[in-house]
Antibody, heavy 124, light 111 residues
Framework: QITLKESGPTLVKPTQTLTLTCTFS??????????VGWIRQPPGKALEWLAI???????RYSPSLKGRLTITKDTSKNQVVLTMTTMDPVDTATYYC????????????????WGQGTLVTVSS | QSVLTQPPSVSGAPGQRVTISCTGS?????????VHWYQQLPGTAPKLLIH???HRPSGVPDRFSGSKSGTSASLAITGLQAEDEADYYC???????????FGTGTKVTVL
């Protein structure tokens, strides 16, 4: 059974750096093809993909946020960490981590399991 | 920002059929990348509804179906039920961005 859970601060001040941790179970990020991504959703708004890290440590970032984001993994701890610098009130959102589908010897670019999300508020 | 465009809202009476469009471009759908759909009930995380254009994960009712043609895709809900009232998002991979893209989201209201 695959589960993911996000953790981190609920409140950060403008200009600070946000660090979020996704702790997962039911799979290993050392398995070929797998990936864990981060997606956020401002209150009342649409989903926005942020970043993804793959089993081979390949990383991809949203072009609109590249430069502010860093994604890393700790395979031994089953964790993926997202860092976002220079936080602003517009970054207030629920942040989700999600599992990229791989199965039956193939992978596809969608997320089949999601964490419950964590709401991060940016305010002084 | 969203690369895939959806109507903000659609509505229908119980039992009716509704469709949600998702318009992409040559760098996502047009490049051969598949469309996937998620359902988000109020206050919950998104749930995978349709993957690879028209495949339903186990447990998803066959009232939900998807299709893709050219640079557009659509989700259809037949026999609309009260429990289908939710937000729906399309998603794909964008070859130019080398990343994932989501739609603007559509709120389905059951009248």
């Amino acid at each position: 059974q695959i589960t993911l859970k996000e953790s981190g601060p609920t409140l950060v001040k403008p200009t600070q750096t946000l660090t979020l941790t996704c702790t997962f179970s039911g799979f290993s990020l050392s398995t070929s093809g797998l990936g864990v991504g981060w997606i956020r959703q401002p209150p009342g708004k649409a989903l926005e993909w942020l970043a993804i890290i793959y089993w081979n440590d390949d990383k991809r970032y949203s072009p609109s946020l590249k430069g502010r984001l860093t994604i890393t993994k700790d395979t031994s701890k089953n964790q993926v960490v997202l860092t976002m610098t220079t936080m602003d009130p517009v970054d207030t959102a629920t942040y989700y981590c999600a599992h990229r589908y791989c199965g039956g010897g193939s992978c596809s670019n969608y997320f089949d399991y999601w964490g419950q999300g964590t709401l991060v508020t940016v305010s002084s | 920002q969203s690369v895939l465009t959806q109507p903000p809202s659609v509505s229908g009476a119980p039992g009716q059929r509704v469709t949600i469009s998702c318009t992409g471009s040559s760098s996502n759908f047009g490049a051969g990348n598949d469309v996937h759909w998620y359902q988000q009930l109020p206050g919950t995380a998104p749930k995978l509804l349709i993957h690879d254009n028209n495949h339903r994960p186990s447990g998803v009712p066959d009232r939900f179906s998807g299709s893709k043609s050219g640079t557009s895709a659509s989700l259809a809900i037949t026999g609309l039920q009260a429990e289908d009232e939710a937000d729906y998002y399309c998603q794909s991979y964008d070859s130019s961005l080398s990343g994932y893209v989501f739609g603007t989201g559509t709120k389905v209201t059951v009248l």
